[in-house]
């Protein structure tokens, strides 16, 4: 019995940590808090659609996460460049059978100068619920902007759901929460790699991410993360290999333990 209950207590907490939050991609991103809003990778379909901008070559990522020990979340990306601005299409998956979360996003980003990109996405989300006999969605969108102050130096800011959409569900209204996010990565040297992000979720208080990222060699990281509050502590490995960039996050919380993360990605 005590089993049973800590699984539907442990289920109950993986819900709500993704249906109440657009929640970010990508174990390089997990293992740094998830301060990733000023990131160029495959993964700004998630992050902050403006990073798709400096993708100079078709790309595609997936990303697994046994969430909670619950029920997996899936993803995937991809990214098409073209003369008139980057493209990219993504999916998202949590849960399963009477409990299923889909987000299904198409971008479009764009470099409005030397130093400022734009990306905006659609998304439609599709939510799977025990009470409902079909599941529901809705359209809303997000956006953001890329900064470069330097070679060194780059801001982002990024907003989800601004007209907080949501479902009518058999106990109500369930609302997506608008979500900001601003922050900014910054390059010391050659080996050391640090990020900072605010994240404000109109349910919830400010919440401040940070991270590290150390490469010792060219072709390997190792990475850090702490967040909070409540306290979050995060760490993870990445390795590329040619075209292929594999990474690997952990994410410590106190009360539900070690949650692993895996993505690849792939640029043809």
Do not use: C
């Not at 993504?90 to 030397?114: C, D, H, P």
């Not at 208080?205 to 060219?218: Q, V």
Request: net charge positive; proline share 4%.
């Amino acid at each position: 019995m005590n089993r049973l209950l800590l699984t539907i207590s442990l289920l109950a907490l993986g819900i709500r940590a993704v249906s109440i939050d657009n929640y970010p991609v990508g174990a390089r991103s997990l293992a740094l808090s998830h301060a990733s809003v000023s990131f160029s990778d495959v993964w700004a379909t998630f992050n902050n659609q403006a990073g798709l901008v400096d993708l100079n070559s078709i790309s595609t990522g997936f990303y697994y996460e046994p969430r909670f020990r619950t029920n997996g979340l899936y993803a995937g990306s991809l990214v098409i460049p073209s003369g008139v601005g980057n493209f990219g299409v993504s999916f998202f998956q949590f849960g399963k059978r009477t409990y299923k979360e889909n987000k299904f996003g198409i971008a479009y980003s764009k470099k409005l100068s030397r130093q400022l990109n734009f990306g905006i996405q659609f998304d439609y989300m599709l939510l799977t619920l025990p009470e409902n006999e079909q599941a529901k969605g809705f359209i809303t969108f997000e956006g953001g902007v890329n900064f470069t102050v330097s070679e060194n130096l780059v801001l982002g800011a990024h907003i989800f759901n601004p007209f907080q959409q949501g479902i009518e569900t058999f106990s109500g209204k369930q609302k997506w929460p608008v979500i900001f996010k601003v922050g900014g990565s910054y390059k010391f040297n050659e080996i050391t790699f640090m990020v900072l992000e605010l994240e404000k979720n109109n349910s919830n208080p400010l919440l401040l991410k940070t991270g590290i990222e150390f490469n010792p060699i060219d072709n390997l990281a190792f990475r850090f993360g702490v967040s909070g509050k409540p306290f979050q502590y995060t760490a993870g490995i990445g390795y590329s290999l040619g075209k292929i960039i594999a990474d690997i996050g952990f994410g410590y919380h106190e009360n539900l333990g070690v949650t692993p993360s895996v993505s690849i990605q792939f640029e043809f």
